[in-house]
């Protein structure tokens, strides 16, 4: 619902102002006009474009009051200031003061049509009260029109006062130009006629001007907007979410954050898994360029680990050792990194390039080591330069098995989504698989499909065939999951996905929305098939499962409580013009740094009034989902790691502050991440050592 009144209003932005505009022009022209007749043509043209850019104008009105309903904080500022503040009051004037001398000319059957108005008929048509408030009504409607370009989330006073001062500005030019008009055809004074070259000369050079102060404000604008070469993470404003060390600072200098009674500085090089001990499990990554091949014959060139797409699965137990020696031999000064999406490891093992470590550089080695205590599915990737390294195949799967099998099963299937990018175009897979895959299942074997979103974009899959049960979200499993069947599951960005079945003696097919004649067809003698359900209902997890205890939950006291308002901005970000993708209204570095204590309690509301999905992953903690849309949740508890916010959604979340350090938190839409939705939760009093760009050249997307 709010995606489509969105459009609307974006769509109602973009007409009102040339509309508004023509209106403006005609009921102006109307008094110049050589004839009667003509004169009254245009009277009626004009009330025609009045009358449509009237209802347009109560139309966006509408709009307004409808997407205000849902939540008020999605036109709480620019939508505020360009409907309700500007446009609207405009309209009305003009609907009461301009409207009925346009009818009334638009009515009057002059005697003979060829006859010339008198100098008090064109007057009256240039009154300013005929003409001027459609010209106002025009200006209001450019604030609608340039709305992408208009901050979001600055402050309502200030935006209020820069709006009002500009219209009132324009207004008081308008006015005096128009009743100068007005005058002179009222008393039958011909304007004087300048030289056709000079007025040329003149409208060349006002041009020439014009262009000029705009490469002008667009060189301003893109050099001002480049990130330095060198700089912190830690560059934005400390958020203390009401919590009781009660002051904000901006972090310069040193990559130290304290609050008032904080404890001594610890560095993230301090914050890392058990150095001694021999380790239960030993893996190698080597990141390496290889030419690889889809199931259908397509052929690119990928980055890997391994020379794999994805990269190998790695299989842990819950409480084990691991130890991960990552290798790049990546071509030219391509540095990469790993990071364990959804593992709650020590901070200087996140794997976040200029956060807690520097960039691994070709010919280099990094060992990560920690040990494991959940389980579930995960998943790992470079997070250097993530919006390239992740779309050309640094990922793959991460499995942590309990270390008590609650629920064996008999085939246990990690499903990857991802979209590859081939010289051909883009082609969604299982894995490597972009063709119907076929697998043997007997009937009544338990079948766990671990479904991973690795694509920026959000995924719906279908389960057709089979009552299926959701059995873990994230990797956290569901209390007393339900049988449901052909309901779309809807997968995030970065999100996982569990799902169980007992085989039956027919076909069972796994389909990718986006890819209807691909899929995974499961059958006791792997044949056969089945069409998929496409069309069914979306899972709502919010209200699926059975309650039970939670550590905290929406009755808790919060020790801190953020609101993050997403939302998108056509501007300048380090030194190109795009759509900014904003976090209340800042991007990085400049975004909110929101400060904890370790121990605390945060609350944390995301609000997205933007127009595309943005799966909010906080690294290093799970949280607890309290509400969606304001209605609190029904059933399981629902940890997650990746909130996927939709346009419209408002989610509401907690979690413990109980892993110290200095964590990205950012949307997993990793073309968003390059436009500048990145924060981070730090702890007070922890420092790093390291920075973005540098010798290292850190790119932490």
Not at 482 to 490: A, C
Not at 510 to 516: E, F, G, H, Q, W
Request: proline share 6%.
């Amino acid at each position: 619902m709010y995606l489509t009144l969105s459009r609307l209003d974006f769509i109602l932005g973009l007409i009102l102002f040339p509309v508004w505009l023509a209106a403006a022009l005609l009921v102006r022209r109307q008094a110049g006009r050589p004839s009667a007749g003509r004169a009254r043509r245009t009277a009626r043209i004009a009330l025609a474009f009045m009358t449509f850019a009237l209802l347009a104008t109560a139309a966006k009105a509408v709009v307004f009051v409808r997407i205000a309903s849902l939540d008020w904080e999605f036109v709480s500022d620019r939508r505020a200031i360009s409907t309700l503040a500007l446009l609207v009051p405009a309209a009305l004037v003009t609907l009461v003061v301009s409207l009925p001398r346009v009818v009334s000319a638009a009515r009057r059957r002059p005697q003979d049509r060829d006859a010339a108005l008198t100098d008090a008929e064109r007057g009256k048509a240039a009154s300013v009260r005929a003409v001027l408030p459609p010209q106002i009504t025009a200006v209001a409607s450019l604030a609608g029109f340039f709305e992408k370009f208009l901050p979001p989330h600055r402050s309502t006073a200030v935006n209020l006062a820069v709006a009002f001062g500009v219209l009132a500005l324009v207004t008081a030019l308008l006015a005096v130009r128009a009743r100068g008009r007005a005058y002179r055809l009222s008393q039958g004074i011909a304007r004087a006629r300048r030289p056709a070259g000079r007025v040329w000369g003149v409208r060349l050079g006002t041009a020439v001007v014009a262009l000029g102060a705009v490469f002008g404000l667009v060189t301003l604008g893109l050099d001002h907007s480049r990130l330095p070469g060198t700089f912190s993470m830690m560059q934005g404003e400390a958020d203390y979410g009401g919590g009781p060390a009660g002051h904000r600072h901006m972090a310069g200098g040193p990559h130290l954050h304290g609050g008032s009674g904080s404890a001594a500085a610890v560095s993230v090089d301090s914050l890392k898994g058990p150095r001694a001990g021999k380790p239960d499990r030993v893996f190698t990554l080597t990141a390496q360029e290889k030419k690889v091949r889809l199931a259908s014959g397509r052929t690119f060139t990928a980055w890997t680990y391994n020379g794999q797409i994805p990269g190998p699965e790695l299989r842990v137990k819950e409480g084990e050792l691991v130890e991960i020696r990552l290798t790049n031999k990546l071509p030219g000064k391509t540095p990469v990194t790993i990071h364990w999406h959804g593992l709650d490891v020590p901070n200087g093992e996140d794997g976040v390039a200029g956060a807690t470590q520097d960039a691994v550089q070709p010919g280099q080695s990094y060992t990560y080591r920690f040990r494991v205590d959940e389980s579930g599915t995960r998943w790992y990737h470079s997070h250097q330069q993530a919006s390239e390294q992740v779309k050309r195949g640094l990922f793959g799967p991460l499995v942590i098995e309990p270390a008590k099998q609650a629920r064996p099963v008999d085939h246990d299937v990690t499903v990857v989504a991802h979209d590859w990018e081939t010289p051909g175009g883009t082609y969604p897979a299982f894995g490597s698989s972009d063709t119907l895959e076929r697998r043997t299942a007997k009937a009544g074997e338990k079948v766990r499909l671990r479904l991973v979103n690795s694509s920026n974009l959000t995924k719906t899959f279908a389960l057709t065939g089979v009552p299926f049960r959701v059995t873990a979200l994230d990797g956290t499993g569901l209390n007393r999951p339900g049988e449901i069947k052909d309901k779309q599951l809807v997968v995030g960005g970065a999100q996982r996905m569990d799902v169980e079945f007992t085989m039956p003696a027919s076909p069972v097919r796994l389909t990718d929305s986006v890819a209807a004649k691909s899929g995974i067809v499961f059958s006791p003698d792997g044949r056969g098939t089945i069409e998929p359900r496409l069309d069914g209902p979306e899972f709502d997890v919010t209200g699926y499962g059975e309650p039970t205890g939670t550590p905290f939950g929406t009755g808790s006291e919060a020790d801190r409580d953020f609101k993050l308002t997403f939302d998108d901005w056509l501007g300048f970000y380090n030194g190109r013009f795009g759509l900014r993708q904003t976090i209340n209204g800042k991007v990085f570095p400049d975004a909110p740094m929101l400060m904890v204590k370790e121990g605390d309690l945060v609350r944390t509301t995301f609000v997205n009034r933007g127009e595309e999905d943005h799966p909010i992953h906080l690294h290093g903690h799970h949280m607890l989902v309290l509400s969606k849309n304001g209605r609190k949740t029904s059933g399981s508890p629902v940890w997650l790691d990746t909130i996927n916010v939709r346009p419209g959604d408002r989610w509401q979340v907690a979690f413990k502050a109980d892993n110290p350090g200095i964590w990205m938190d950012h949307c997993h839409n990793f073309v968003h991440t390059g436009l500048g939705m990145v924060m981070h939760l730090t702890y007070e009093g922890v420092t790093t050592p390291y920075a973005v760009g540098g010798a290292a050249h850190n790119r932490p997307e």
